[in-house]
């Protein structure tokens, strides 16, 4: 096996971060389209309530029933307001969890002093998994 030094290793580039920023912004834009039709039960939910609250039914899922049933009653008043603007609340959820994502990612990044270690945490943010299958919610 041959001797290694540290100083023999590839080095990281000034243009790393933006390297991998930019794969991240990629896989982040491909994957949201992917999920744009992606719909879960709470989303289902939390978009009937924000219909009929924007509606002027009031924050419930069924006319005439007052129960408390979403698990997310400000994400339910953002999207309620979505509702006033486009009558296509799911693809308009979808882009605003993406965009949301994105600043995440950024805000990682900058934390991170942005150099690669910040690119790299900003990109496993935007490929997370556990972000797509919760596409429309508030996380």
Known sequence: MPNLRLNQLPQATN??????LGLGLIALVLLAVAFRDYVQDDVFITYVYSRNLADGVGFVFNPGEAVQGT?????????????????DV?????????LLLGLTGLLAFLLLGGGLAGAVAAALIATSPLHYVSFGMET
Do not use: C, E, K
């Open 71 to 87: 698990t997310t009653p400000l994400w339910t008043l953002i999207m309620a307001l979505v509702h006033r603007i486009t009558p």
């Open 90 to 98: 799911l693809h308009a959820g979808n882009l605003l969890s993406a």
């Open 15 to 20: 243009r790393s971060p933006r390297i991998v």
